[in-house]
């Protein structure tokens, strides 16, 4: 890695050969209605079709896949709020060691029995008053485990830079990069590999309204804490930036749009009426960005992660059954 940067282009291109025939390399949409709409050519690229639902597996298995034998045979432990769960979880299994998984108690029922499902053991907090952080590293190393982060760590922010170089493959050069922000990892390895193949991209990050601490932090021109969100985007309810992934976002995001509960369920609606794919709101929300109009002079030919698809048939239905 590099001693300037926690995460380079080369190490999101070393990522994408790390994880090669074990990842998808997920489609790239497109839809006539969406560009009329926004009035530009709009590409989605849909992590929803990703091994466990999400873009999540991308860092987990680069991250995991580089761990020695020694630390394979003890095992791995992980804490996450769903996705990053499963991808631990089946990157574990990919390659045959255990793992152990710190998940809130309010985590979707759907993604904790998927988490289980790929045969992790799941422990749970309360998100609104523990730690997650020092819950998931006391687990760790009570049991002998390596801990993988779901954001702050360079194979973790390389390994997700691997949709953005993927997208700009298939598309070649775009005038703006939207990605959702929760713990800022995405975001990272996404600018990473954008700026360093477009160098004038604009990068733009989009929030929940309830879950602004990557905005205000990038104001601030310092890492700003906020109260753990309370918002329907569960993947994107963090209360601070990392540190590592503040210091990559802080040089190469442009700008933080922010969008709202009602927006991202109509984004969600969007895309299962018009584009026929089911989105979990973390994965609407930069698609909601767009939609909402929350930006102003976009480029002619825009790329949009859609980072996302985990929601039960139940709760989809209470989010998008009406309105």
Do not use: W
């Not at 590592?244 to 369920?265: G, H, K, P």
Request: net charge negative; hydrophobic share 40%.
């Amino acid at each position: 890695m590099s001693t300037t940067s926690p995460v380079t282009l080369d190490d999101v291109r070393d990522a994408a050969a790390q994880i090669k025939g074990v990842a998808h390399r997920t489609p790239v949409l497109r839809s006539r209605t969406l560009d009329a709409l926004v009035g530009a050519e709009v590409f989605l690229k849909c992590e929803n079709f990703q091994r466990v639902g999400a873009f999540k597996f991308r860092g987990a298995y680069n991250a995991a896949s580089r761990l020695s034998a020694g630390q394979l045979e003890r095992g791995i432990a992980a804490y996450s709020s769903g996705n990053h769960a499963q991808a631990v979880a089946l990157a574990a299994r990919e390659l045959g060691t255990t793992a152990v998984i710190l998940m809130p108690e309010d985590t979707p029922r759907s993604k904790v029995e998927a988490t289980a499902g790929y045969g992790a053991e799941v422990v749970t907090y309360d998100r609104y008053t523990g730690d997650r952080v020092a819950l998931g590293e006391a687990l760790a190393e009570e049991r002998g485990l390596t801990l993988i982060p779901p954001y702050e760590h360079p194979h973790i922010m390389a390994g997700q830079g691997t949709a953005a170089l993927e997208l700009l493959e298939e598309t070649g050069d775009l005038g703006a990069l939207l990605a959702p922000v929760g713990g800022g990892g995405l975001i990272a390895g996404c600018a990473t590999a954008a700026k360093g193949l477009c160098p004038g991209i604009r990068v733009i990050g989009v929030e929940p309204e309830a879950g602004d601490d990557t905005k205000r932090s990038l104001e601030a021109g310092t890492r700003v804490s906020v109260p753990v969100p309370r918002t329907i985007a569960d993947g994107q309810a963090a209360d601070i930036p990392g540190e590592l992934t503040f210091s990559v976002n802080q040089r190469l995001v442009d700008e933080i749009a922010l969008v709202s509960d009602e927006q991202i369920r109509d984004a969600m609606r969007f895309a299962f009426e018009r584009l026929k794919i089911v989105l979990e709101p973390s994965g609407a929300s930069a698609l909601a960005a767009l939609l909402a109009g929350r930006l102003g002079g976009l480029p002619d030919r825009i790329g949009v992660i859609v980072s996302g698809g985990n929601v039960d048939a139940r709760r989809f239905a209470e989010l998008c059954g009406a309105g």
